[in-house]
């Protein structure tokens, strides 16, 4: 069984940044996509960032593109977010996720319990 474990989150002003992390159980770490998704109060699971396997490909919707950052290491079994000029739109619970595939664009199917990230203004 694949375990997620997501740390990192917390309060921040609008215009700061914050980093979380991905840790993952397994020796097969390094054969999967990995994304980042979030959940506001009210609304649906939104995906944030992916990654592929070997973190060569990656992809983010325009609402974060320029300002947050996903990348990996896959000898720590480890995925980040470094998320900057934050917004209070981007408060909400934040998952990481495995997927089934080496594309970000694969299913995922395995999650983090998640972490809460709040945007003061």
């Known amino acids: 069984q694949v375990q997620l474990v997501e740390a990192g989150g917390g309060l921040v002003q609008a215009g700061g940044s914050l980093r979380l992390s991905c840790t993952a159980s397994g020796r097969t770490f390094s054969s999967y996509a990995m994304g980042w998704f979030r959940q506001a109060p009210g609304e649906d699971r939104k995906f944030v960032a992916g990654?592929?396997?070997?973190?060569?490909?990656?992809y983010y919707p325009d609402s974060v593109k320029g300002r947050f950052t996903i990348s990996r290491d896959n000898a720590k079994n480890t995925m980040y977010l470094q998320m900057n000029s934050l917004k209070p739109e981007d408060t909400a619970v934040y998952y990481c996720?495995?997927?089934?595939?080496?594309?970000?664009?694969?299913?995922?199917?395995?999650w983090g319990q998640g972490t809460q990230v709040t945007v003061s203004s």
């Open positions: 996720a495995r997927s089934v595939g080496s594309s970000w664009a694969s299913e995922y199917v395995y």
């Open positions: 990654i592929s396997n070997s973190g060569g490909s990656t």
